[in-house]
């Protein structure tokens, strides 16, 4: 009885802070809203926070009804593509003593955060059902089979598969390729489809404009907000990854304390480095000292997403290695989404896709041996992050491999039913909204009434420009 | 000691656990103070967020003093109207380890959130010491008795009492009734009492208006952050009440963790609901969709206030029933209020009243077997939501007639309180603000200046109409 | 085994709970950036939210490379001035099972909060370049040298000091001195260095105003929003205190429980009390009942930053008491820096400094005998509060000596470091920003653009006085 009370203790534990930790991932919605409604202009608001609210709701709906048992209702011995069993969650068991609910509450919420990075990107000029569409795809069926291939013991990707890949699997602590690349390429294929707003890249008849127009958003204050709870969410998506569901194993304090401190490191230096570097290059080509705030709040959350794939097993200065690489990436990203003319409106591609695309790979070059050994609770473990493999003398590409096969399937699986279907969507104009809508504002023509009253006389030309 | 041990480990998981379930119920007064400035406008943002804070202040002032003792200060062994001890947590006891601080705090923020539901409907027409004198009133007296009737063991209405109602006793898991409708009648009473807003559904002649006014708030992006931050806090309102104080009960992990998904799944299904299907009918009517993000939002919010009272033992299939019928729920009593002429700035009569009084009857008619027996911690409990007693053919209404008799003790006791108390404030004329101060806004007025400056020459009409 | 067990056990739940913790005063960030946010401005919001996020960036970074190191990194068994070992994290070691990540975390999220409370007093005129180096020798230098010797077990004024001062040692349990009287000295020494803004005390040709310009900020919203933002991070701030990093110690439920209780009373009798003597003081004088926002929501703040150093040894009358009397020190102290033309754009330093320091003193005046002799787990502690020392007789005034000693020790040392480095900065004119940048708004000349457009024609009077 000594030992059933600690396993029950030890259940209580799991439910407990596996419920603080999904709250905090749930409330990274406001955090996704709050960024989406700072970066819009002021006719687009309700429309674009809109978005990110149905992601909520049906993220959670299809996740009930089919993403869940697509994701984790396969028989554990076996590698399936897609999980069968518990739609509907009726085989939610209470001999499991609460830990399955408290998974599902937890799986919903990184659902509902993989659907909601594109929100922002397409902000300002995509048609209100078409985006419902999406959502329900996204989160009751792309998603979960990622989930299912990458996470749950049946999937051909995952570390507990029986015969897992290389003898390894792929790695992904939190979700850096599972959560953030899938959203960010899923982001960058509707963009592309969508074509930018009107007068980003072109102007009126067409010709493309010397200098991208800026677009700057209504609320630096209510983005600035969205940033920080975001980061506060993200303690929670990151930590709450570190606890199995297995019913017999430990929480390892450990990795959920690690991850905490790198996430907190990388997201910092990469905020600092993607702001200071900005100022640094401005300053020498404008002469004038421009500290630009995105760069700070969309530098550290690019940070964020790729810290989410390796925080609970790289040691302290390697999140920091990370970080900076990070605000670099950013920066060079957004860069060069800008001469592409993909237009993005809150910088979720440089954020989710390249931040955690890097986050993937850096698994495979910075995981510590101790940290892995750690992680996997097995003293023999020796497959580490290659730099390390390297220091050894033996360059070990195993978990590298792994990490690069399972973008690869990432990036794969979601252009394979993501580009056909914007495509149709596309095809039957179903996609974009009506261009005077646009011009307008979206609020107004979706939603009844807008917050924004442009004053008498407005030109269309300034309508297009300022608000 | 063994045993001891255990027990020393029981009590610190619950202070920790309900310490971060009253963390979260307290952000929910961010979350009302947000939506109730997303839905005034500009010229009444201060007076409207000052009211919530209010709310705070004074409900733990009112809560350590005499609030708390009316509501547990009472012999468990005994059946009494209102608890007469612990004046000022004069008797708290370091010997409970720290369990009974951990509950005042977590009821002092039930309590907060009582009170702060009537905030919004007031709003933008009420006199601040009014407000004051209410704010004391319901959680110093009103509320603590209803807690103290339904969740204290001497409680007549309570399951814990020793000869609970019918051999049941009310079930009211974390307060669609004690909470919701307390706080929903109260709100219906006072804006009967105090009338609509100028403008809002007569001119200024007092003729009838065709179609009413619609006052939109100045900023939906507060609406939809407050809107979160209460489906947030939530999470802790509905999960902490699954944690008994009793020093010898352990706390159980399936309830606390069903209590959440449930919790999700209710609010998503209720604002999917709403939001559509409002789509629908504005579409048939007038061939333009709307999507009306008030719906979405507030129909989410009825989807909260009632499963909160059967959160913890209905099954998640249940959950979205209840949930679809709280979307349908709120438009119908949103449209109904309009009809009625009552003006709620706030939509929080068809949330809390409208929604609480769905909850209580809700868990009369869905709680499953499995799930009472799990709560009761007894495998012989037989009586069951009446839909599972109807299946079994049985018909069982006992759990159903405790529900109607405590909902209707509910709304008797709070009118005949707050009747007699709004119409004395009515009849010395210090419950509504003056014409004019209305018309220029109340941030002027009360608060010495207004972030809303209206252009020259600005018509009365027109002050009335937009700002 | 057991025993193991049990420690391992005790190693997650302090784990789980510190990090809870941290999260929630991490994000007392974001109530820092609204509360800033709200009160500066419209032309100067980016600027000062920048402030609020290079704190977080800065200060995480400074903590890593030297911060912790500074304030931890001692022997101790030795008393010493300043911590020499673990740069980088670098000893951090797996078999303390987490808690030192996590301690590192929780101190991180401090020294961002003592060095974010100066951003808002220097809104509206500071240069951006001179924050950064601010920041980095507050949280990298200044404040870990106060943690190592307050709260380190090698610091001279620790109470876990082997030989600590007058045989007790000064009590900070969460910081009224070692966090709030460090932030709010340094600002006062700032805003004394750098001036008011333009036109706040005097006008254009230098005469002194008879009436100072109020300056009233540009969204109440976002203040209330701050104000609860920071009030729900103080459940973490304090309830985190309690946890002791030491293995061998467990956990105290009284504690944490108690010091969330007391939390709450004093902030709301602070903020209640501020609130309604403003009322009766204004009306006395003008006639007219103003409710001022300001006064409601930093009484609340001051009343949270006194009870910082006691909530975890007082009972629930003493944190009534020492709200009560912290709702007037800031009405008095923010009265006292117009007279001497000081100017606080956000009242940062009533409510850290002056609610700091009284929370200092107020450890040694409330103190229990049985509230101390359950923190210090010694039946035989007998140095209480002085008003207990008194009533008993004896008027024992060591632990108010302490407390002397402690609050003086803090003043001197910032000021050591803080007014030559800050008169430096105003020496080589690298402290204010150019006066024409003042009058059109930071945001446009550091940051590129700006949300606020003021209209054609507008003229530096007005430009001046109210945008």
């Given at each position: 009885?000594?030992?059933?009370?600690?396993?029950?203790?030890?259940?209580?534990?799991?439910?407990?802070?596996?419920?603080?930790?999904?709250?905090?991932?749930?409330?990274?919605?406001?955090?996704?809203?709050?960024?989406?409604?700072g970066c819009v202009r002021k006719k687009n608001v309700q429309n674009t926070i809109l978005k990110n609210f149905i992601d909520v709701l049906g993220s959670s709906i299809a996740f009930f009804f089919v993403g869940y048992s697509f994701a984790f209702?396969?028989?554990?011995?076996?590698?399936?593509?897609?999980?069968?069993?518990?739609?509907?969650?009726?085989?939610?068991?209470?001999?499991?003593?609460?830990?399955?609910?408290?998974h599902w509450l937890f799986q919903f919420a990184f659902a509902a955060t993989a659907a909601t990075i594109v929100a922002g990107t397409l902000a300002e000029r995509c048609q209100m059902r078409t985006y419902l569409m999406y959502s329900m795809l996204l989160t009751g069926f792309v998603y979960p089979v990622i989930v299912h291939n990458?996470?749950?013991?049946?999937?051909?990707?995952?570390?507990?598969?029986?015969?897992?890949?290389?003898?390894?699997?792929m790695i992904d602590f939190a979700g850096s390729g599972v959560v953030h690349v899938t959203g960010g390429i899923?982001?960058?294929?509707?963009?592309?489809?969508?074509?930018?707003?009107k007068g980003r890249f072109y102007d009126e008849r067409g010709v493309k404009l010397e200098t991208p127009e800026a677009f700057p958003g209504h609320s630096k204050s209510l983005q600035?907000?969205?940033?920080?709870?975001?980061?506060?969410?993200?303690?929670?998506?990151?930590?709450g990854s570190a606890v199995s569901v297995d019913a017999d194993s430990n929480m390892n304090p450990v990795i959920i304390a690690k991850a905490t401190v790198n996430t907190t490191l990388s997201a910092s230096t990469s905020?600092?480095?993607?702001?200071?570097?900005?100022l640094f290059l401005i300053e020498r080509q404008t002469g004038e000292p421009v500290y630009k705030l995105s760069a700070a709040m969309n530098g550290a959350l690019t940070g964020l997403a790729s810290i989410t794939g390796s925080c609970g097993f790289v040691e302290p200065w390697a999140a920091i290695v990370i970080g900076a690489i990070s605000g670099l990436i950013y920066l060079g990203s957004e860069r060069l989404l800008?001469?592409?003319?993909?237009?993005?409106?809150?910088?979720?591609?440089?954020?989710?896709?390249?931040?955690?695309?890097?986050?993937?790979?850096?698994?495979?070059?910075?995981?510590?041996?101790?940290?892995?050994?750690?992680?996997?609770g097995d003293d023999d473990f020796n497959h580490y992050g290659w730099f390390y493999a390297w220091g050894q003398g033996s360059g070990d590409f195993t978990l590298m491999s792994?990490?690069?096969?399972?973008?690869?399937?990432?990036?794969?699986?979601?252009?394979?039913?993501?580009?056909?279907?914007?495509?149709?969507?596309?095809?039957?104009?179903?996609?974009?909204?009506?261009?005077?809508?646009?011009?307008?504002?979206?609020?107004?023509?979706?939603?009844?009434?807008?917050?924004?009253?442009?004053?008498?006389?407005?030109?269309a030309q300034s309508l297009r420009k300022h608000y």
């Amino acid at each position: 009885t000594n030992i059933e009370m600690e396993e029950s203790n030890q259940s209580l534990h799991k439910v407990l802070f596996i419920i603080f930790c999904s709250s905090l991932v749930f409330l990274m919605q406001a955090g996704f809203a709050m960024v989406c409604s700072g970066c819009v202009r002021k006719k687009n608001v309700q429309n674009t926070i809109l978005k990110n609210f149905i992601d909520v709701l049906g993220s959670s709906i299809a996740f009930f009804f089919v993403g869940y048992s697509f994701a984790f209702g396969g028989d554990p011995e076996k590698t399936s593509f897609i999980g069968t069993t518990n739609f509907l969650l009726s085989e939610m068991d209470y001999n499991a003593l609460g830990v399955d609910y408290a998974h599902w509450l937890f799986q919903f919420a990184f659902a509902a955060t993989a659907a909601t990075i594109v929100a922002g990107t397409l902000a300002e000029r995509c048609q209100m059902r078409t985006y419902l569409m999406y959502s329900m795809l996204l989160t009751g069926f792309v998603y979960p089979v990622i989930v299912h291939n990458i996470w749950s013991p049946s999937g051909f990707l995952s570390i507990s598969n029986q015969n897992p890949l290389f003898g390894v699997g792929m790695i992904d602590f939190a979700g850096s390729g599972v959560v953030h690349v899938t959203g960010g390429i899923t982001a960058l294929i509707a963009t592309y489809m969508l074509g930018p707003r009107k007068g980003r890249f072109y102007d009126e008849r067409g010709v493309k404009l010397e200098t991208p127009e800026a677009f700057p958003g209504h609320s630096k204050s209510l983005q600035m907000l969205g940033t920080l709870l975001l980061w506060f969410g993200w303690f929670g998506f990151n930590a709450g990854s570190a606890v199995s569901v297995d019913a017999d194993s430990n929480m390892n304090p450990v990795i959920i304390a690690k991850a905490t401190v790198n996430t907190t490191l990388s997201a910092s230096t990469s905020g600092i480095v993607a702001l200071l570097f900005h100022l640094f290059l401005i300053e020498r080509q404008t002469g004038e000292p421009v500290y630009k705030l995105s760069a700070a709040m969309n530098g550290a959350l690019t940070g964020l997403a790729s810290i989410t794939g390796s925080c609970g097993f790289v040691e302290p200065w390697a999140a920091i290695v990370i970080g900076a690489i990070s605000g670099l990436i950013y920066l060079g990203s957004e860069r060069l989404l800008e001469i592409l003319c993909l237009d993005d409106a809150v910088d979720a591609i440089p954020v989710h896709l390249c931040g955690g695309m890097w986050g993937v790979l850096a698994v495979g070059l910075f995981s510590s041996p101790r940290g892995l050994k750690n992680y996997f609770g097995d003293d023999d473990f020796n497959h580490y992050g290659w730099f390390y493999a390297w220091g050894q003398g033996s360059g070990d590409f195993t978990l590298m491999s792994c990490q690069l096969v399972g973008l690869l399937c990432i990036l794969a699986w979601t252009a394979l039913i993501m580009v056909p279907f914007f495509f149709t969507l596309y095809y039957f104009g179903m996609l974009r909204s009506d261009g005077l809508e646009e011009l307008v504002g979206l609020d107004v023509s979706y939603h009844g009434y807008s917050n924004f009253q442009p004053s008498q006389g407005v030109s269309a030309q300034s309508l297009r420009k300022h608000y």
